[in-house]
């Protein structure tokens, strides 16, 4: 009798607001995971620089001021995902941001899971508006938790650094009422369907852990039991 471990491939959704740490959070999902990484907008930023036909009609929008239609976004999406084996598990980031999305999506693929990061809001307007960044590197600083060793100054170059106009505090508090106009349904549409795993903390190695032992118990490896 010969044993057989079988990852269960799972389709996931990641959602949180801007500075709750979903990127990072991502990432260590898809390194101890295995897990293919799909975001939206790294999609759509490819696909324009590719002037493809999803890129050159996308790119129309963007340059016109205006949103980028469901039907495009979700057309693209749907065709990045039918390119992934079967046998892989995908985490989508970025997607869906409306119910219209999200309808859509649970009509042509099964979902999972979906994992929110369910950060204070005040949390995440201290850790934004305290972000400076050296521009000509990216490296980031923040006043709170890895400052630099002088105020106003890179640690390696002694350049100022500068707070993007997307960290200012005024920007930061637009951002987060955006989000929470446009997530709040989502929410209850996945929490309706027993999809929704919230995971709550104001740092993110605080939720790590949590997400982390969700997902190892949700992959389970299931046993094959075959003859020799």
């Not at 079988?6 to 897990?35: C, E, N, W, Y």
């Not at 490819?46 to 890129?55: D, K, P």
Request: aromatic share 6%.
């Amino acid at each position: 009798m010969r044993l057989t471990l079988l990852r269960k491939a799972i389709h996931a959704i990641i959602m949180g607001p801007p500075g709750s740490g979903k990127g990072t959070v991502s990432a260590r999902i898809i390194r101890d995971f295995d897990m293919q990484h799909l975001s939206s907008g790294d999609m759509l930023r490819a696909e324009i620089a590719e002037q493809s036909t999803y890129g050159t009609k996308a790119k129309q929008f963007i340059e016109d001021g205006k949103l980028v239609p469901d039907a495009l976004v979700v057309e693209l999406v749907l065709s990045q995902i039918q390119k992934i084996p079967t046998s892989t598990s995908w985490l989508l980031d970025g997607f869906p941001r409306t119910i219209e999305q999200a309808e859509t999506l649970s009509t042509k693929e099964k979902i999972d899971c979906v994992i929110n990061l369910d950060v204070p809001f005040e949390t995440i307007r201290e850790r934004l508006s305290g972000r400076w960044t050296h521009l000509s590197s990216g490296r980031v600083y923040n006043d709170g938790f890895n400052p630099p060793k002088i105020p106003g100054v890179d640690d390696l170059t002694g350049e100022p650094l500068v707070q993007r106009d997307d960290d200012k505090p005024e920007t930061v508090q637009k951002r987060l009422e955006t989000y929470q106009l446009q997530t709040a349904p989502l929410l209850d549409f996945y929490r309706e369907k027993g999809l929704l795993h919230s995971y709550s903390g104001t740092k993110t190695d605080e939720i790590w852990p949590k997400v982390k032992e969700f997902l190892s118990t949700t992959i389970m490896p299931h046993v094959n039991r075959s003859r020799l």
